[in-house]
């Protein structure tokens, strides 16, 4: 049963990755456009993430800070006003146009549509010692977006209560998931609220 379900979820990311990637190229192209001439330095900055079984991959996302000093981005979370953030960055950040390219790692098989956000290398290993059963969210494959991001837990996870409820939300989601649940989570990312903490 578990390998049926698995088989529908990749599936589905497969097809569902591949039809994004084609539909929006247009879109793919002007952005690398845009950030290519507003700024100096590479269109994909290409972090290393922590995934599926504890295996890292690297993960594709436009750049959206200045080259000079992203050198360090990955072991430094990003602030309010952050002046790393290029003007353009800003805005793709805004809409999480940075993200787009992870439909790439989609369909590569290294993420899911939906799934636990990936963390960097060392806010893993953190998270690991300071959060009860934090390591059990790997047992999927990372999504662009997940139960946890639509329901308010995205962005920081600074406090005690953003680190624990992102972990419950993963964890919930690891435990109930199905089909028409991933579709929901589509649903919400694009239509949703966000920002909003809700009960399961």
């Known amino acids: 049963d578990n390998i049926i ?12 990755s591949g039809f994004v990637i084609i539909i929006l190229s ?10 290519k001439l507003s700024s100096r330095g590479p269109i994909l900055y290409n972090p290393m993430r922590v995934g599926l079984y504890g295996k890292t991959f690297k993960m594709y996302k436009y750049r959206s800070m200045y080259v000079d000093e992203s050198q360090d981005v990955d072991s430094k979370s ?27 790692n989609v369909f590569l098989g290294q993420m899911s549509v939906v799934g636990p956000r ?26 662009i977006s997940g139960w946890a991001q639509v ?26 998931w199905s089909f028409l649940l991933d579709i929901k989570i589509i649903y919400l990312t694009i239509f949703g609220k966000k920002a909003n903490h809700k009960a399961f």
Request: positive net charge; glycine residues 4%; charged residues 30%.
């Open 118 to 143: 990936p963390h960097r290398i060392w806010l893993n290993e953190k998270l690991k010692r300071e959060v009860n059963n934090y390591m059990v969210r790997h047992y999927l494959r990372p999504g």
């Open 5 to 16: 379900q698995s088989s529908i979820k990749r599936i589905f990311d497969f097809v569902f």
């Open 78 to 104: 990003t602030i309010a006003d952050d002046p790393r953030i290029t003007p353009l960055g800003e805005k793709l950040r805004k809409y999480s146009l940075d993200e787009l390219p992870q439909f790439l």
């Open 151 to 176: 329901n308010g837990w995205r962005g920081p996870t600074m406090t005690e209560e953003e680190k624990t409820e992102r972990t419950k939300h993963d964890i919930w989601y690891l435990e109930n």
């Open 26 to 35: 247009p879109i793919y192209l002007i952005l690398a456009i845009l950030i």
